[in-house]
């Protein structure tokens, strides 16, 4: 009897099992029938990512911005990304408000410095005549002192004595504002 038991059992588990198996299969493996027709054959792949393009050039700022002391520039104007674009086409329009106050800045200290340059000309020019007259009326000084040496001749030796000290100060006075007058000119070159 047990026998019996374990045969009918099995073969109840065999059925159970073949139900199963065979309902499954015939759900899986139902085919979906088009008919066919002539047309183009389209396959899109939609994906997300970057793009790189075969051919593509970096476009750079001027570096004479950055020498100039232009830190940052405004785009005014630019085209749509992923135009296409020939050599010396239009790209972008900068901001050119800043650039244009750099240059009259740089006009105005030049226009100051051209300025400070003609006083310090004309300063050195007078300074110059200055010193020329100087020399011209020391020239007349020492020449005053000769005569008065030579005219001392027949004086006490003293008084020869201080005519001699009187022209020979002022052979050094001379000798001295030539040498500031030489220093001057130098300076004005």
């Known amino acids: 009897m047990k026998k019996r038991w374990l045969v009918s059992g099995s073969l ?4 159970v099992i073949f139900y199963f198996f065979f309902r499954s299969q015939s759900e899986e493996s139902s085919d979906i029938l088009i008919e ?4 183009n054959f389209e396959i899109t792949v939609n994906t997300t990512g970057e793009l790189i393009p075969v051919n593509s050039v970096s476009i750079r700022g001027s570096m004479g911005l ?3 002391g232009i830190r940052q520039v405004k785009i005014n104007k630019l085209v749509p990304e992923g135009t296409e674009v020939v050599k010396g086409a239009f790209i972008a329009d900068l901001d050119k408000s800043e650039l244009f106050n750099k240059l009259v800045e740089k006009k105005d200290q030049l226009t100051k410095e051209q300025a400070q340059y003609t006083q310090t ?3 050195t ?4 005549r200055e010193a020329r007259d100087k020399i011209v009326n020391l ?3 020492v020449e005053e002192k000769k005569i008065a040496l030579e005219q001392s001749a027949f004086e006490p ?12 100060d002022s052979l050094n006075v001379y000798d001295e504002e030539i040498k500031v ?9």
């Open 139 to 141: 020239e007349f000084t």
């Open 157 to 168: 030796p003293a008084t020869i004595k201080q005519a001699e000290i009187e022209k020979k």
């Open 121 to 123: 000309q004309l300063d």
């Open 181 to 189: 007058k030489i220093k001057k000119e130098t300076r004005g070159r």
């Open 66 to 68: 950055r020498q100039s």
């Open 12 to 15: 109840l588990a065999l059925l």
């Open 36 to 39: 066919v027709k002539k047309g």
């Open 125 to 128: 020019a007078l300074e110059l």
